[in-house]
């Protein structure tokens, strides 16, 4: 009786082990997302006003974006703490940038990496959000991409930037895809869930920070890609 019980059981604590997963990625992406965004406007000379607000957008926008197209309710309405999160890093980040200026994260990637690390985080989040609401494979998919570039896009228009995903011929909205669909597929072959949250982040990466490393990418029109290194310098005053 008792190993009847300790197998009925088992879904139960493995659906909840993964939830809790979920939640904690959903907070690393979230940190890894405003640190891309609160760089981004130290690198055009924002105040801490500003770093904070794009620290947020490229934290909760592309997950509400999601959010309103599955007609669920906006997940950092129900939950502030993920709004919360966002706005701390952004100070943080705008306190230190006050002492180690965004040239100099740059030089490291911070930027690059800590948007790689947010969207592979995000795609995997807003796919499986999406499946669990009902939604078909190819949506969920297309689910997952609008939640990993979405707050990107819309960061990049605030910062007065053609968005990253539009530009320079890397992979970007393409690694969202590759991994969001990994995830859908590795779920349709019955792959346990543990392992399904974790493979579709590898590719992410790899796909992502092998565009960045490599140069992969698709063709540009009209001329060489741009240097996405390379930042206005500020003016002077006359």
């Known amino acids: 009786m008792s190993a009847w019980v300790q197998a009925a059981s088992t879904p139960d604590i493995v659906d909840s082990a993964l939830g809790t997963l979920r939640t ?8 890894a997302f405003a640190i891309s965004g609160a760089v981004a406007a130290g690198r055009k000379r ?10 947020c957008i490229v934290a909760v926008g592309g997950g509400t974006l999601r959010d309103v197209l599955l007609d669920e309710p906006v997940f950092w309405m129900v939950s502030p703490s993920f709004l919360l999160v966002a706005a701390a890093v952004g100070l943080i980040v705008a306190l230190l940038a006050r002492w180690h200026p965004p040239d100099r994260l740059d030089r490291y990637r911070i930027v690059q990496l800590s948007d790689a690390a947010g969207l592979a985080v995000f795609v995997v989040v807003g796919t499986g959000i999406a499946l669990d609401s009902g939604a078909s494979a190819i949506t969920a998919a297309v689910m ?30 393409t690694a969202a895809l590759a991994g969001a669909a990994s995830y859908a597929l590795l779920l349709w072959l019955d792959v346990p869930r543990h392992v399904v ?19 992969w990418g698709v063709p540009t029109i009209g001329g060489k890609p741009v240097d996405l290194t390379a930042h206005d310098e500020p003016r002077e005053s006359a």
């Open 144 to 173: 997952g991409v609008i939640t990993g570039v979405g707050g990107g896009v819309v960061r990049d228009m605030l910062a007065n930037d053609v968005p990253d995903v539009f530009r320079n011929g890397q992979f970007y909205a």
């Open 46 to 55: 924002m105040d801490v006003v500003g770093a904070i607000v794009l620290a």
């Open 197 to 215: 949250f974790w493979v579709p982040i590898v590719v992410v990466l790899a796909v992502r920070i092998g565009s960045l490393r490599f140069g």
């Open 24 to 31: 904690a990625l959903e907070y690393i992406g979230t940190v």
